[in-house]
């Protein structure tokens, strides 16, 4: 007789044990099934995560004499990895003044002071798409009249509602910007926009130039315009996007590579805040899925192992007997193994449906557990400040959709064939290590 | 004719305690053999030796004239020997008809009508059947096989008196009848010792022959 109609008639006659082992591995496979399709969808949800975070950084080139030039920001667009989304930028102060050469009334209540020769000057933030800037995207500035500035611009400026209302300013009006100290260098600009800030400033905290009313936003060749001579653009900070943030070090490296520039003295700084806080969310997932799915593993073959010893011990008479009629130690671990595998083809299958139902609440709850201490680090893109922030959900993993897949359910079959073997190797050898006599022996 | 011979088999357990000494003989086909003595003598070690179920440890037993531990002994238990135990030993799971079928492609009904069961028992849990109905299936599963040596350690020890006749005249069939098998029956029994053609007492690790 064949071991496989031994163990087709084992598993038919014995019912008790059948279903016993039919519960067992479908407990098991539905713990091992549900933990694997969780870390299919945080593998998925990371990935999701990585392309839509698109972690940037940020070169500040404001301390070298001739900052960022044109051919430098065309070899770092050209970067492998790099995205054509790109912003330039530099901050610098000017005086506002009307096109006959009177000086602007700027905003000075709420000032902590007005420097001497800041009196009628305010913050200019030269941008090449203004919409990016860190005031308009965290600061609560927002546009309410004319366009943000482009690349396609050129000596425009956006002011602020409180200064265009002071001096009877709206778009289309022009301005003269002058520099501070240098009186004789000075730049006419269109106004293009106007913004309010929707948080206004601590009062008492800053300078006069600071105020949001004082603040306003130029391209950059206005700023070029007004602090070279030499009519090639100048920024101060760069910022460029890569498309895979995980991939930011290997781009950074690549475009030190670029010459041009004295990269020693350029000041790099990483902006994949978003992106290393849904990374340590889904690295903490992971982690935990994983350890989830070893302690399950080795808890299920210890289990099994010592279900079937006590039952491999209880059949040592027909161990004995099929070997005294010259059956192998193989065949008949075989049908042991075989035994369990006819059991384990339904449960697999089953614990299909059964982990698709549970699947999403535990995932849920895996992803709470994992989510419980998180905290957020933002950089301001301006380079110059750092706070801290408490959990920001729009960039963090709140959910995760879980999935059972037809590729996890065939991961399972290998990974409990394993299980079932190795727990099967273990609960026969006492008794397969055994001469054929001394089984017959203990039979007797 | 000589199917098994024994030459100079020697045993001994780990602490050295001889059991068999230089057991010497030769048994053939269609031939019942009785081996007496007292418990504990080596009956069921030397039944173990020629059944391939362990191997002596000086000397060498010859089945068909092939070195039993050269033909291999899971493959000799599979080829020339059929045991027939004191305690049935029939798998619980499987029918007559299939604990039957373990040694033997052949349909296992006609074997276990000749040893006396009915088309029903032959179906019927081996757990609900007697001791003696159970015994039978153990005998017929034996006669299934292709063996040609039948080893029977203590066949009637858990029968009644009137079973064991039974039982003692089937195993005479399989050695004397058609099938012309060699029987080598391990017993106390003198009432099964005394049919047998070859009487043999094993005392001190020797054989001695009675009869």
């Not at chain 1, 919409?131 to 482009?150: C, P, Q, R």
């Not at chain 1, 936003?217 to 943030?245: C, E, I, M, R, V």
Request: proline share 2%.
């Amino acid at each position: 007789m064949s071991l496989w109609k031994r163990a087709y008639l084992h598993t038919v006659r014995k019912k008790g044990k059948t279903i016993l082992m039919f519960c067992i591995l479908l407990i098991i496979s539905t713990l091992i099934l549900t933990c694997l399709s969780i870390q299919a969808a945080t593998d998925t949800a990371a990935l999701n995560i990585r392309k839509s975070l698109m972690g940037s950084f940020t070169i500040n080139a404001k301390h070298i004499d001739m900052q960022l030039g044109d051919n430098v920001v065309s070899e770092i667009l050209n970067t492998n990895g790099i995205t054509p989304n790109y912003n330039l930028r530099s901050y610098y102060h000017a005086e506002y003044r009307s096109l006959d050469g009177q000086t602007l009334k700027i905003t000075t209540d709420g000032a902590v002071e007005v420097p001497e020769g800041y009196e009628y000057a305010g913050k200019i933030v030269s941008n090449a798409h203004s919409d990016v800037d860190t005031y308009f995207s965290e600061a609560g500035f927002e546009l309410i009249e004319g366009h943000h500035i482009t690349t396609d611009d050129s000596n425009v400026i956006i002011i602020s509602e409180t200064l265009a209302s002071q001096n009877g300013l709206s778009i289309g009006d022009h301005l003269v910007l002058g520099a501070i100290e240098e009186t004789d260098y000075q730049v006419e600009a269109r106004i293009v926009g106007i913004f309010k800030a929707a948080i206004p400033l601590e009062p008492g905290i800053a300078p006069s130039y600071d105020l949001y009313e004082n603040v306003s936003f130029s391209d950059n060749k206005t700023y070029s315009q007004l602090y070279y001579d030499d009519g090639n653009n100048h920024y101060q900070y760069g910022d460029f996007y890569a498309a895979d943030p995980a991939d930011l070090d290997t781009i950074i490296s690549n475009v030190k590579t670029i010459s041009g520039i004295t990269w020693d003295e350029c000041i790099i700084t990483k902006n994949d805040v978003d992106y290393q806080n849904a990374k340590t969310t889904l690295e903490a997932l992971q982690n935990l899925v994983t350890i989830i799915i070893l302690v399950v593993i080795a808890i299920s073959v210890v289990l099994l192992a010592l279900v079937l010893s006590l039952w491999i011990r209880n059949r040592i008479h027909e161990t004995g007997v099929l070997l005294a009629m010259g059956f192998s130690k193989r065949n008949i671990l075989m049908q042991h193994i075989v035994e369990i595998l006819m059991i384990a083809v339904l449960t697999f299958a089953l614990s299909f449906a059964t982990s698709s139902v549970i699947a999403q609440s535990v995932g849920d709850r895996l992803l709470e557990q994992a989510t419980a201490n998180d905290q957020i680090v933002v950089t301001s893109l301006t380079g110059q400040e750092t706070e801290k922030n408490t959990v920001d959900t729009s960039v963090s993993l709140t959910s995760i959709e879980i999935a059972v897949s037809l590729l996890d359910l065939l991961l399972i079959y290998v990974i409990g064939t394993g299980i079932i073997l190795l727990s099967v190797l273990l609960a026969a050898y006492p008794i397969m290590r055994m001469k054929p006599k001394e089984i017959l022996i203990k039979m007797s | 004719m000589g199917i098994l011979k024994l030459k100079g088999v020697q045993y001994s357990y780990d602490n050295n305690k001889k059991v068999l000494n230089s057991i010497s003989t030769q048994m053939e086909k269609g031939k019942v053999y009785a081996i007496l003595g007292p418990s504990g003598c080596g009956k069921t070690t030397l039944l173990s030796l020629i059944g391939g179920l362990d191997e002596p440890t000086s000397g060498e037993i010859l089945c068909k004239g092939e070195n039993i531990s050269k033909v291999g002994l899971a493959n000799h238990r599979k080829r020339n020997v059929a045991f027939i135990f004191q305690s049935y030993n029939l798998i619980d799971y499987m029918n007559p008809s299939e604990n039957v079928k373990l040694t033997s492609k052949l349909p296992a009904f006609p074997i276990l009508e000749k040893v006396g069961l009915t088309k029903e028992e032959a179906r019927r849990n081996v757990l609900k059947l007697s001791g003696g109905q159970q015994q039978r299936v153990a005998i017929a599963r034996a006669l299934a096989s292709d063996a040609d040596i039948l080893l029977a350690d203590e066949p009637t020890g858990n029968l009644d008196e009137d079973t064991a006749e039974g039982i003692t005249e089937l195993l005479l069939e399989s050695a004397h009848g058609a099938a012309q098998k060699c029987v080598i029956i391990v017993t106390h029994s003198n009432e099964l010792a005394k049919k047998a053609d070859v009487l043999l007492r094993l005392k001190k690790g020797a054989l001695q022959l009675l009869q």
